[in-house]
């Protein structure tokens, strides 16, 4: 079955600093959708990316899929208390279903 | 415009008992899903309905759990009988669907089930 794995599992970062997390798949994405949790909250969906290579800016985010369309990253430049949460990548084999990644947990120390 | 709503947002039972969710979509969203999310972990998708269908129950454990979206509106969750290893917090979401869509969910705040 389909795997989605994502790294770090945790990352502390001090504020002002730059973060990436990093999603993999065992098998190739239709789409992946990028969701970000708050400590006590339920997943916001962030951004979609479906074509090969395609990159997508949302303020100090970065989202990247990649050419084979197995894996994708987020970055987030100059980080902020207000970025704390755990950010998961879900990937879709067709249409509608996705398999949420293992999520990385964002601490910003300020 | 109001979001996902679920209820009860918190759950605490003894292990054997039944206990039950309601997810009611955001309007005029035909595609339902049902997650079930450990501590520390990403959700997992236990059925995904299209209007009142269930098109993917792969992962829902018949032997206890079922679920039901009888006009493709609302929908129930039940567990009978539930065990300590159930406890987590159960995530309805919804979206507009159709085929071959690639749509964002929208995540109601949950059910978190303690099951002592």
């Known amino acids: 079955g389909q795997q989605v794995m994502q790294i770090p599992q945790y990352q502390h970062v001090q504020e002002g600093e730059d973060f990436t997390t990093y999603c993999n798949s065992s098998t190739t994405l239709s789409n992946i959708q990028w969701y970000k949790q708050r400590p006590g909250g339920h997943p916001v969906f962030l951004i979609q990316l479906v074509k090969s290579g395609e990159v997508k800016k949302q303020k100090r985010l970065t989202f990247q899929f990649g050419e084979a369309k197995k894996n994708s990253s987020l970055h987030i430049t100059a980080t902020q208390t207000t970025d704390v949460g755990t950010y998961f990548c879900a990937g879709g084999e067709g249409a509608n279903n996705l398999f949420f990644g293992t999520g990385t947990r964002l601490t910003v120390i300020p | 415009e109001a979001g996902v709503v679920q209820s009860p947002r918190y759950k605490i039972i003894e292990k054997k008992q039944p206990v039950a969710f309601w997810c009611n979509p955001i309007s005029g969203h035909n595609t339902l899903y049902w997650y079930l999310q450990n501590l520390g972990q990403g959700p997992e998708l236990l059925i995904r309905y299209e209007n009142e269908e269930a098109v993917d129950d792969s992962q829902l454990p018949k032997d206890r759990f079922s679920a039901e979206r009888l006009k493709g509106v609302d929908s129930t969750l039940k567990i009978q009988p539930a065990e300590l290893g159930d406890s987590a917090v159960y995530l309805c979401?919804?979206?507009?669907?159709?085929?071959?869509?690639?749509?964002?969910?929208?995540f109601g705040p949950g059910t978190r089930l303690t099951v002592l």
């Open positions: 979401a919804s979206s507009l669907g159709g085929p071959g869509s690639y749509n964002e969910q929208f």
